[in-house]
T-cell receptor, first 110, second 112 residues
Framework: SQQGEEDPQALSIQEGENATMNCSYKTSINNLQWYRQNSGRGLVHLILIRSNEREKHSGRLRVTLDTSKKSSSLLITASRAADTASYFCATDAGGNKLVFGAGTILRVKS | DAGVTQSPTHLIKTRGQQVTLRCSPKSGHDTVSWYQQALGQGPQFIFQYYEEEERQRGNFPDRFSGHQFPNYSSELNVNALLLGDSALYLC???????????FGPGTRLTVL
C-alpha cells in the first residue's frame, strides 16, 4: 500500500509559471524525498529534506516539510517544457526503505 | 563514474515461468533495494540487501527472492509468474549510512 498521497494527480501549466505539488503521509519519518520520472523510466532524485528541517532549496526547486501536519510541498519555479514528468514523494522511516505516493503528472506547455 | 545499471531493459515471459533481473550499484554503494512499479502507480518496496543479506522486506510473497554478491551487485528472482507481476522493476543503490538512493533505468517485465 502507498504511504501517502500526492495532490493534484495531474497538473498542466504554461512554461514560465510555477508548479506546486503536495504530498501527505501517515507515519513518522526520518526524511522525505522527491523524485522525478520521465516516461516510465528510472527515478531521478531531486531533493531530500530531513524531519528536523522545514524548508530546503535546490536551484528552481523549493521543498517544505510540516511534520505536525504530515505534509510536504514541492515548488518548481519558472517551469520549462523539460520539467514535464511524473513527480513522486517518498518517505523514509528508517533504513533507507522508501514508501512512495502515487505521484503527480506535470505537463508544462510551451 | 557509472550510475546504477540494470539488465535486461525489457523482458517478456509467460505465466508460470521464472525470471531473473540484474542490478549493478553505483560505485561506492553497498546497499541495493528493489522496487516494483505497476503502471500508473508509485514504486513499491520489495526488499533490500546489505552485506549479502536481506535486510528489509516489503509486502511481497516468497515467489520474490533475491541475492547480493560480494561485489554488491544484486539479482531479483520471481518464480511462478502471474499476469499481475507485469511491471517496471527498479533497482536503487545507496550507502547504508546515507539516505539518498540512486535508481537505475528499470527492467520492464511483461507477463503474458
Amino acid at each position: 500500500s502507498q504511504q501517502g498521497e500526492e495532490d493534484p494527480q495531474a497538473l498542466s501549466i504554461q512554461e514560465g509559471e510555477n508548479a506546486t505539488m503536495n504530498c501527505s503521509y501517515k507515519t513518522s519519518i526520518n526524511n522525505l524525498q522527491w523524485y522525478r520520472q520521465n516516461s516510465g523510466r528510472g527515478l531521478v532524485h531531486l531533493i531530500l529534506i530531513r524531519s528536523n528541517e522545514r524548508e530546503k532549496h535546490s536551484g528552481r526547486l523549493r521543498v517544505t516539510l510540516d511534520t505536525s501536519k504530515k505534509s510536504s510541498s514541492l515548488l518548481i519555479t519558472a517551469s520549462r517544457a523539460a520539467d514535464t514528468a511524473s513527480y513522486f514523494c517518498a518517505t523514509d522511516a528508517g533504513g533507507n526503505k522508501l514508501v512512495f505516493g502515487a505521484g503527480t503528472i506535470l505537463r508544462v506547455k510551451s | 563514474d557509472a550510475g546504477v545499471t540494470q539488465s535486461p531493459t525489457h523482458l517478456i515471459k509467460t505465466r508460470g515461468q521464472q525470471v531473473t533481473l540484474r542490478c549493478s550499484p553505483k560505485s561506492g554503494h553497498d546497499t541495493v533495494s528493489w522496487y516494483q512499479q505497476a503502471l500508473g502507480q508509485g514504486p513499491q518496496f520489495i526488499f533490500q540487501y546489505y552485506e549479502e543479506e536481506e535486510r528489509q522486506r516489503g509486502n511481497f510473497p516468497d515467489r520474490f527472492s533475491g541475492h547480493q554478491f560480494p561485489n554488491y551487485s544484486s539479482e531479483l528472482n520471481v518464480n511462478a509468474l502471474l499476469l499481475g507481476d507485469s511491471a517496471l522493476y527498479l533497482c536503487a543503490s545507496s550507502r547504508l549510512a546515507l539516505n539518498e538512493q540512486f535508481f537505475g533505468p528499470g527492467t520492464r517485465l511483461t507477463v503474458l
